[in-house]
């Protein structure tokens, strides 16, 4: 009888594979390559779990339900470590986001360990003996370094795989301490910028009052922000920026389990695995932070916080905003970047208006969600652009992590190399002379997809950027631009007015109800298309007057209905999100 050798990430390839036929979960395989040699070696790839997109689904309704279930219990373990007593939401939004990320993550690993004891029985694997406090994330920031890493999924792997039946562990000892991968530019030092917001912060310190409005990351334009300053009669202050402490776990405050009811395995599983995993700043950290925060200058009773994104990663600005809402601050979120309001499901979106007094977007609203409001594009440039001279195309392409890390209507983990295998049946079907013409913006955070290899292994004359440029500039400066997923950048395409096609496959990029009517519009005005060989060929079609297509009538009404919804270019945007602001303050009180 043949034994089933299971390999949970590409670390074991150094380990021989001596067995005739082994499993594998290819669908986080680093490289194309690697894949091919598993399946030389005649490996069974065993299909992943979420290429069932119902599944995807409905796991993602099933999670949200564990979710909170979870969270109320982990407030109240929280509260007792930590002799406080504050809500739910003050948890929510203090560690919600890791929460929810790291529940998403842990079931979709313990999914495929079941799904292979399920197809196959008895099986073998490697787990390597890692060490625990090495794998505890800091914070939010370093989560996110480690969740794309081979070393820490094989450790949550052999967690999940250690609890269940089924399964010889071969242990081995590691070669060398794990350190999580940077995966964002960094300099050494303080640069000019630096120098200057510090300063500046400081000086402006001085003229904070207790009781004003706090802006903090809020992706306006600076000229807008300050106008926005101004609009509540105080001073415009540019925060400062707090770097997380760095605080060693301590294991011995990490020997409790997760009370609570446990209405599957997985959960009892993942009872098990919270305290081990809780980022350093919500547990022996906690008070470091609170100094941090205490030290900041920043309101002590601010009127209003209104952010876009610092409410991700940045645990200071997390801290603060948690205890000031606590205290009956209202906290506005602004819609930072595309998929909002259009896609079908979305992680990121469900916890904005979770934990916001009020939410401002760019365009749409929601009849579910009332506190949505209308204001524009808050990051809006002004400036439109027509460049008729320039005759290059531009495609963006993008990458996410190897492995699924959080629930929205996008690929996810290995469907990325049938998103990429789109893109070259796009170029394939372009012209000779068109194909010259072509540049190629790939993401610059490679999630270790390799991108600029493989796009120059299929065309070796392909121009390919690698992404490091300023993305507004490129598109500014194009013949047409053309969108390969359901995000931002299309919709600054469009603001700036340049000719843009967008196509992706609607089997992985789901939208909502109230969106598909727009999107149906778009393809009438041949913006967008179902299929990579469509879009090529009307690009091939409208090449040599792009701009007769692009300025006709109905492609023009088309096209700004679609921008009235989703990236409004308002004339008062200042005035606007002061209103909102005012309203939400006023609602409170």
Known sequence: MVKKFLITTALEESWPVNHEEAIFLGEWCRLYSRRECWRKMNAEVIPYHWDDRAKLYND????????????????????????????????????????QNFLQIFFDRYEMIRKAIHSYGNIETITLNMRDQEMIPNDMDDFIRMFIDDEWNHYLYSFIMCRLPNIEKIRKDPEISYRPKEIRDSKEGMDVKSIFRKTYSKLTGLFTKESDAFFYSTFMSKSDQIRLSLEFL?????????????????????????????????????????????????????????????????????????????????????????????????????????????????????????????????????????????????TADKLQIKNKKNDSALMVTMALPR?????????????????????????????????EKLVIRIYKQDCGWSQYERF???????SVDRGY????????????????????????????????????????????????????????????????????KFVNEIWDDIGQWWNNKQ????????????????????????KELRDTIKDLN
């Open 60 to 99: 993602f309704i099933f999670i949200n339900e564990v979710y909170e279930r979870i969270l109320c219990d982990l407030s109240a373990t929280l509260n007792e470590l930590h002799g406080v007593n504050f809500s739910i939401r003050y948890w929510r939004i203090l560690t919600g986001v890791w929460l």
């Open 234 to 378: 105080q001073f415009p202050v540019l925060p400062d920026l707090f770097k997380s402490p760095k605080i060693k776990p301590i294991m011995a405050k990490r020997k409790w389990l997760l009370k609570g009811e446990s209405k599957t395995d997985f959960e009892i599983l993942l009872r098990e695995i919270i305290p081990q995993q809780i980022p350093v700043l919500y547990l022996e950290g906690y008070e470091a932070l609170k100094q941090v925060v205490k030290k900041s200058g920043w309101p002590s009773r601010p009127k209003i916080i209104f952010t876009a994104n610092a409410y991700y990663a940045n645990e200071s600005f997390k801290l603060y905003t948690a205890e000031k809402v606590e205290k009956g601050t209202p906290l506005v979120i602004g819609q930072h970047g595309g998929h909002y309001g259009t896609s079908k499901w979305s992680s990121y979106e469900q916890l904005e208006l979770a934990i916001s007094s009020k939410y401002l977007s760019w365009g749409w609203e929601s009849d579910k969600f009332k506190k949505v409001k209308s204001v524009g594009k808050i």
């Open 403 to 435: 492995y699924s890390y959080t629930m929205y209507s996008t690929v996810v983990a290995g469907q990325w190399e049938r998103y990429f295998e789109d893109q070259c049946s796009f170029i394939h079907a372009l012209s000779d002379t068109i194909r």
């Open 456 to 462: 120059k292994d299929r065309f070796q004359n392909l």
């Open 469 to 536: 440029g300023n993305i507004k500039d490129q598109i500014k400066n194009c013949k047409i631009y053309i969108s390969t997923y359901n995000a931002t950048t299309f919709l600054e395409s469009m603001n700036m007015d340049v000719p843009t096609i967008m196509f992706w496959d609607e089997y992985y990029w789901e939208l909502r109800d109230s969106a598909i009517p727009l999107y149906e519009d778009l393809k009438k005005a041949g913006v967008f298309h179902e299929t990579p060989e469509s879009a090529a």
């Open 555 to 578: 492609v023009r009404t088309l096209v700004v209905n679609f921008k009235t919804q989703y990236c409004h270019l308002p004339p008062n945007l200042v005035a606007n999100i002061s």
